[in-house]
T-cell receptor, first 113, second 115 residues
Framework: AQTVTQSQPEMSVQEAETVTLSCTYD???????LFWYKQPPSRQMILVIR??????QNATENRFSVNFQKAAKSFSLKISDSQLGDTAMYFC??????????FGQGTRLTINP | NAGVTQTPKFQVLKTGQSMTLQCAQD?????MSWYRQDPGMGLRLIHY???????DQGEVPNGYNVSRSTTEDFPLRLLSAAPSQTSVYFC??????????????FGAGTRLSVL
């Protein structure tokens, strides 16, 4: 069975700073995907970034990037130039196929003005 | 585009009552799933479907039934609600094939309270 662990229940940074959220996972699969989802107070689950495990290159999406360490089963999210709108719960997740996502417990990120 | 639509947004039930949470998607996705989110936890998979007429259990299926008679709809039924089923429920859908389209789209959630 897949497991995903987020060891930081809460984090807080000042606006414009860079913050890194940690995630480790465990899987016996060779082909899998990793995701970071953002959940603002509206509860909507918003995909931030995804990584295909067979790709060595780290994924980037504007201010968001990941550090994917396959051997260490680590998948951290870096947010650069943080903005007030980045305040949310962030969930790391893994999947074997299209739909069976396994989520971590989440990290509550607060961006302070 | 409507995407994934869940109804209702909020519901309060008494213990023992039954109800159906509705989920509909207009993206012609083969896969649909139901998750529950409890306080301080991530989402956990309840049931999923790989296409019309095909369903399977996820991590926490007890107390819930599903069916998939059409590609668009995937309702979740609580036959006899219990306080332990108080949670936020999310429906999600995605394409079947892995690759660039292997992304799940989530509904806005249904907050359910069982008294």
């Amino acid at each position: 069975a897949q497991t995903v662990t987020q060891s930081q229940p809460e984090m807080s940074v000042q606006e414009a700073e860079t913050v890194t959220l940690s995630c480790t996972y465990d899987t016996s699969e060779n082909n899998y995907y990793l995701f970071w989802y953002k959940q603002p107070p509206s509860r909507q689950m918003i995909l931030v970034i995804r990584q295909e495990a067979y790709k060595q290159q780290n994924a980037t999406e504007n201010r968001f990037s990941v550090n994917f360490q396959k051997a260490a089963k680590s998948f951290s999210l870096k947010i650069s130039d943080s903005q007030l709108g980045d305040t949310a719960m962030y969930f790391c997740a893994s999947s074997q196929g299209a739909q069976k996502l396994v989520f971590g417990q989440g990290t509550r990120l607060t961006i302070n003005p | 585009n409507a995407g994934v639509t869940q109804t209702p947004k909020f519901q309060v039930l008494k213990t023992g009552q039954s109800m159906t949470l509705q989920c509909a998607q207009d993206m012609n996705h083969e896969y649909m799933s139901w998750y529950r989110q409890d306080p301080g936890m991530g989402l956990r998979l309840i049931h999923y479907s790989v296409g019309a007429g095909i369903t399977d259990q996820g991590e926490v299926p007890n107390g819930y039934n599903v069916s998939r008679s059409t590609t668009e709809d995937f309702p979740l039924r609580l036959l006899s609600a219990a306080p332990s089923q108080t949670s936020v429920y999310f429906c999600a859908s995605s394409y079947r094939l892995a690759g660039a389209k292997n992304i799940q789209y989530f509904g806005a959630g249904t907050r359910l309270s069982v008294l």
